[in-house]
T-cell receptor, first 114, second 113 residues
């Protein structure tokens, strides 16, 4: 298996622009997580999907952030409009769900907003 | 109550030495405690995990010690190697919930030759 796939790996954009991050979870996994990692705040859970349904989005910083999972093999995280403080590494992770808790992380997208 | 406190923030150990990272939690509902290892430019990867029904779990050079009454757990890396240099995150989860994992703040380990 190729593991969790994220694209793009790097994104540089100007403040105010829309940014879309993409994730393909491991086939057969039922749970998908979006995290943000910064030096100041560490690893933060943004949103969690189970069977394509958003279960908890309490970690989404504000309305500028939105996430979708239209099917079991694809998810997006969108920031509109982007701000410099959104600069971070964004990780997608997936797991089997149920009583199997191990989360498999993708390589991350490094976002820089200037 | 959802926090997991991790220390130290950074650690330098000589090759062959023992690396020890400590974590503490408040939420007594947590019942799954994984450790993740992250190399620069990579996503975190599960290293080892423990449930509170045992006090210790060992996998190779990596051992988790768990103290349920003190609500503390620690990672010991025996015979530390330069290849172990990475950032280590402890975490905790509640199996009665929906698999939300709360991560510690991370420990950057450097093993020097």
């Amino acid at each position: 298996d190729a593991g969790v796939i994220q694209s793009p790996r790097h994104e540089v954009t100007e403040m105010g622009q829309e940014v879309t991050l993409r994730c393909k979870p491991i086939s057969g996994h039922n749970s998908l997580f979006w995290y943000r990692q910064t030096m100041m705040r560490g690893l933060e859970l943004l949103i969690y999907f189970n069977n394509n349904v958003p279960i908890d989005d309490s970690g989404m910083p504000e309305d500028r952030f939105s996430a979708k999972m239209p099917n079991a093999s694809f998810s997006t995280l969108k920031i509109q409009p982007s701000e410099p403080r959104d600069s971070a590494v964004y990780f997608c992770a997936s797991s089997f769900g149920g009583d199997r808790y191990e989360q498999y992380f993708g390589p991350g997208t490094r976002l820089t907003v200037t | 109550q959802q926090q997991v406190k991790q220390s130290p923030q950074s650690l330098i150990v000589q090759k062959g030495g023992i690396s020890i990272i400590n974590c503490a939690y408040e939420n007594t509902a947590f019942d799954y405690f994984p450790w993740y290892q992250q190399f620069p430019g990579k996503g975190p990867a599960l290293l080892i995990a423990i449930r509170p029904d045992v006090s210790e779990k060992k996998e190779g050079r990596f051992t988790i010690s768990f103290n349920k009454s003190a609500k503390q757990f620690s990672l010991h890396i025996m015979d530390s190697q330069p290849g172990d240099s990475a950032t280590y995150f402890c975490a905790a989860s509640n199996s009665g919930g929906y698999q939300k994992v709360t991560f510690g703040t991370g420990t950057k380990l450097q093993v020097i030759p």
